[in-house]
T-cell receptor, first 109, second 112 residues
Framework: GQNIDQPTEMTATEGAIVQINCTYQ??????LFWYQQHAGEAPTFLSY??LDGLEEKGRFSSFLSRSKGYSYLLLKELQMKDSASYLC??????????WGAGTKLIIKP | DVKVTQSSRYLVKRTGEKVFLECVQD?????MFWYRQDPGLGLRLIYF???????EKGDIPEGYSVSREKKERFSLILESASTNQTSMYLC???????????FGSGTRLTVV
């Protein structure tokens, strides 16, 4: 079957760095997405990786290793507004998105 | 910016009622999707559509149907609502298979 694994919850301190991991087993691979979802709101697009390596976008970076079925989202200089759930999703061989359950990130002052 | 609008943020319906959830997007996207989101589970695909009058079943279509009479509108129908359909429903659209999704703000449906 197809499976996306990410930690259920993480806690970090304002101003620090946090890494949210995502491992996947899917039938085929056509890209990996990270979305941010604040409580009660819609998911919003953060990043997209289709080739191995690191993609940097401001305070957020996303890394992909296709051979290991692994990605991480790195958040630097954490702010209170970064408290949210972070969703990892993989596009499979049928171009369907398979979603992880999300990681709830709690930022403490 | 692409806007995906869902008609209701919160909805309370009785068991057995027919429920319509509406979704409209304003950027001429071909592809539209309906998901439900429950605590501890990833988004689960109910139905999707790649064109007008076209629909495909997702992973959990049982108890649901959809309608896409116009390109910008994709409706989710619960023919006879049940308590296990209490959930957050999210509509999304995208211009092509290689692109990310834009989501609506969601409808939190409670069936009592």
């Amino acid at each position: 079957g197809q499976n996306i694994d990410q930690p259920t919850e993480m806690t970090a301190t304002e101003g620090a760095i946090v890494q949210i991991n995502c491992t996947y087993q899917t039938s085929g691979f056509n890209g990996l997405f990270w979305y941010q979802q604040h409580a009660g709101e819609a998911p919003t697009f953060l990043s997209y990786n289709v080739l191995d390596g690191l993609e940097e976008k401001g305070r957020f970076s996303s890394f992909l290793s296709r051979s290991k079925g692994y990605s991480y989202l790195l958040l630097k200089e954490l702010q209170m507004k970064d408290s949210a759930s972070y969703l990892c999703a993989v596009r499979d061989s049928n171009y369907q998105l398979i979603w992880g359950a999300g990681t709830k990130l709690i930022i403490k002052p | 910016d692409v806007k995906v609008t869902q008609s209701s943020r919160y909805l309370v319906k009785r068991t057995g009622e027919k429920v319509f959830l509406e979704c409209v997007q304003d950027m001429d996207h071909e592809n539209m999707f309906w998901y439900r989101q429950d605590p501890g589970l990833g988004l689960r695909l109910i139905y999707f559509s790649y064109d007008v009058k076209m629909k495909e079943k997702g992973d959990i279509p049982e108890g649901y149907s959809v309608s896409r009479e116009k390109k910008e509108r994709f409706s989710l129908i619960l023919e006879s609502a049940s308590t296990n359909q209490t959930s957050m429903y999210l509509c999304a659209s995208t211009a092509g298979t290689g692109l990310g999704y834009t989501f609506g703000s969601g409808t939190r449906l409670t069936v009592v």
